[in-house]
Nanobody
Framework: QVQLAESGGGLVQAGGPLRLSCTASTRTVSTPLMGWFRQAPGKERDFVAAINYFGGTLYFEESAKDRFTISRDSAKNTIYLQINNLKPEDTAVYYC??????????????WGQGIQVTVSS
């Protein structure tokens, strides 16, 4: 079983950048894709972005690339989510996930505990 540990969250001001990290305890063939979801208060957990071993990326929408960048350091089993020009609506708990791929919750079998990101206006 893969353990996922997120870091880098906190309270940030609108307009600023933030980088989240997620380190996996191991790499497995059953979880070739790692990604990020987020859950705002009172809302469902939504897909943000994912990346595979080869650096192929998937975002929740094409325009998301303007502010969100997912990357990975395979040697460290770590992925990153860079968010630029933060907005109050980015406030959410961000979850790291690992699985076979896709954009739905069911596509991912392993989950981190989540990390809070709060954007102040």
């Amino acid at each position: 079983q893969v353990q996922l540990a997120e870091s880098g969250g906190g309270l940030v001001q609108a307009g600023g950048p933030l980088r989240l990290s997620c380190t996996a305890s191991t790499r497995t063939v059953s979880t070739p894709l790692m990604g990020w979801f987020r859950q705002a208060p009172g809302k469902e957990r939504d897909f943000v972005a994912a990346i595979n071993y080869f650096g192929g990326t998937l975002y929740f929408e094409e325009s998301a690339k303007d502010r969100f960048t997912i990357s990975r350091d395979s040697a460290k089993n770590t992925i990153y989510l860079q968010i630029n020009n933060l907005k109050p609506e980015d406030t959410a708990v961000y979850y790291c996930a690992a699985g076979r791929g896709g954009t739905t919750l069911n596509d991912y079998s392993e989950w981190g505990q989540g990390i809070q990101v709060t954007v102040s206006s």
